[in-house]
Each structure stands twice: as structure tokens, then as C-alpha cells.
């Protein structure tokens, strides 16, 4: 989805013009993929301009930057208040932010410590990841050919830039074959998550989702969707998930700051349940866009601009 030109992006503590925010081209993110980062939603409210979870979104940030030895410049208060200004100075009610830390221009060569660690925060407007009719029609996906990272080759809880190589690889895959999203399996065999989106299967009225070692990113929004899910009264399993329960699962869905939640209608060009999202992921739908769209929020997720 092409990206909507706005006037202003902060850059280490100044907002820049749009074309003027740039990076050196021997900066070390360019040739080694030492970038962290978050994806955040701000929504249109009933009450307001507000940003879903900023305070788990930033938490995680700056735990992906911990694990890479590469501490960030300014507090979590002050990319709060960054944030924000950011949206207000481009008039936005409702748009996509996106933060990244940085290692610039420095030393070239593999050892990133001698490199500056710089940090900036873009906003746009941005409608569904996965295209019109996602949320409400399904989207048909394939298992990929590309497995997620073995166990300790390098951190999959980090939002790290490099790791998205894998991602990318998943994602080309299914779009050339004509699907909307990959799904990856992890070096056991079983379900890890999608490119960019955790994963949730659910069969005879329990909710399966894969558990942190199965190489997935901890996500905000798979954490607040088994909130919601248990508050409603569904049976929650973390655990492995075979390939095969996709295939006889009655319903099948994705979350993520930019998937939200969206139904799988078919895996591999087998059929999930009646072909259509059913009930249950229309439940959680309904109780997160309560959230989102009408500020119904009992669990403080909402940070208003």
C-alpha cells in the first residue's frame, strides 16, 4: 500500500520536513539491518484522535533495542510526547505510526557499537493491510516454503528490521502465487505466524494460538485479543499447533497492528470452515472495533492525541 505524503516527521528531536528526512548512505542500518521498530495504530474515536496500546508498543521497543546491546537516546515519556506532536502537526485524526531506532553513520563493519543510534517517527494515513474486503470477507492464504528462525540464531521477540528478510521471503511467495499472506512453520513442523501477523485457530470452540517459542513476535494486538477472548468466555490454548489443524479448523484469523483482525477463508485452497469468518472471530472483531471506533475501553488501551 503506497504510502500518503504528510508535511512533518520527527527526527531526533526536530520535525523535519517530509523530503527532507534523510540518512547517510554508509549509515549502518543500510548495509546491515540494525533497525528496531514498532507499528502503531492511531484511531478515530468517538472521543477522539486516540493511539491503541502506546505504552506496550513503546515497552516492546525498547526491548528489542536492549537485546541488540543498543540503547535508546530519549525515554519512553519523550517518544510518547514525540508521537504525538507528530500527529497533531499533520492535522491527522487517524493514521499509522511507525518509530524506528536506528544505528547511523559511523563505523563500516559488521560491529554496530562505534554507530550513533538515531531515532525517528513517521505518520500517514493507512486503511486495511491486507486490501478492501479483508476484514469482512476473509482473505486466502498458503503455507510457505520458508520456515521461521531456529531457536537461537537471533532474537524473533526483537521488532528488528534484519528479521523481516524472512518475512519478505513469505510474503513475495504467497503475493506471486496469488494469496494474500503466507503462514510459516517453525523447525518442528508446527505453525509459527504469518509474515507480519500472529495466528489463531480455532476448532470445536477453542481458541489455539502458537506460544512465544514457536519463533513469533509477542504481539500487542494477539495479547489483547486473548484478553478480550477470555473476558467473553472462550477457552484460550497456547500451544504447538500441527500444519494440519489449519486444514480442519472451523475458523482461522490473523491479528497485528495492521492486519487488526482478519478472517482466513482458505488454506492452501482448502476451505476454513464454511468459507466465510464465523462467529467466533466476528465476536472478537466486534469487541475490538468496540474498543477502537466507540473508546469502550474498560482496560486504559487508549491514549488519546
Known amino acids: ?38 507499528g502503531i495504530r492511531c484511531y478515530d474515536t468517538k472521543k477522539g ?19 541488540y546491546r543498543s540503547p535508546i537516546p530519549y525515554t519512553a515519556q519523550q517518544l510518547e510526547v514525540a508521537t504525538k506532536e507528530t500527529i497533531r502537526v499533520n492535522n491527522l485524526k487517524a ?19 562505534g554507530c550513533p543510534i538515531d531515532v525517528f517517527i513517521a505518520v500517514w494515513e493507512w486503511g486495511s493491510y491486507l486490501g478492501g474486503g479483508a476484514l469482512e470477507d476473509g482473505i486466502d492464504v498458503r503455507v510457505a516454503s520458508w520456515n521461521r528462525a531456529a ?19 513469505i510474503k513475495m511467495e504467497a503475493i ?12 518442528d513442523g ?47 490454548k497456547e500451544m504447538n499447533i500441527p500444519r494440519e489443524l489449519l486444514y480442519v479448523a472451523d ?18 485452497k482448502i476451505v476454513v470452515g464454511e468459507g466465510k469468518p464465523g462467529p467466533i472471530t466476528r465476536r472478537l472483531q466486534e469487541a475490538f472495533f468496540d474498543v477502537v471506533h466507540n473508546a469502550n475501553d474498560k482496560y486504559n488501551w487508549l491514549n488519546f492525541v
Open 251 to 268: 475458523e482461522v484469523f490473523f491479528t497485528g497492528t495492521a492486519a487488526e483482525i482478519t478472517p482466513i477463508r482458505s488454506v492452501d
Open 95 to 113: 493514521c499509522y505510526i511507525r518509530p524506528v531506532v536506528y544505528r547511523g553513520y559511523g563505523d563500516v563493519g559488521v560491529n554496530p557499537l
Open 176 to 187: 506471486v502465487e496469488g494469496y494474500s499472506e503466507g503462514i510459516a512453520l517453525g523447525v
Open 1 to 38: 500500500m503506497p504510502v500518503k505524503k504528510v508535511e512533518k516527521i520527527w527526527m531526533n528531536g526536530t520535525l523535519v520536513n517530509w523530503d527532507d528526512a534523510k540518512i547517510h548512505v554508509l549509515s549502518h542500518v543500510i548495509h546491515y539491518g540494525s533497525s528496531w521498530f514498532e
Open 49 to 67: 484522535s486516540a493511539i491503541f496500546r502506546l505504552d506496550a508498543h513503546l515497552r516492546r521497543l525498547f526491548d528489542s533495542t536492549k537485546m
Open 151 to 169: 531457536p537461537n540464531t537471533f532474537p524473533t521477540m526483537a521488532k528488528a528490521g534484519g528479521n523481516y528478510l524472512n518475512s519478505q521471503l
Open 190 to 236: 508446527n505453525i509459527s505466524e504469518g509474515s507480519g501477523e500472529n495466528l489463531f485457530v480455532i476448532r470445536d470452540g477453542v481458541i489455539h494460538t502458537s506460544p512465544l517459542v514457536a519463533a513469533i513476535l509477542p504481539g500487542i494486538t494477539r495479547a489483547s485479543v486473548m484478553t478480550l477472548a477470555e473476558e467473553l468466555g472462550f477457552k484460550i
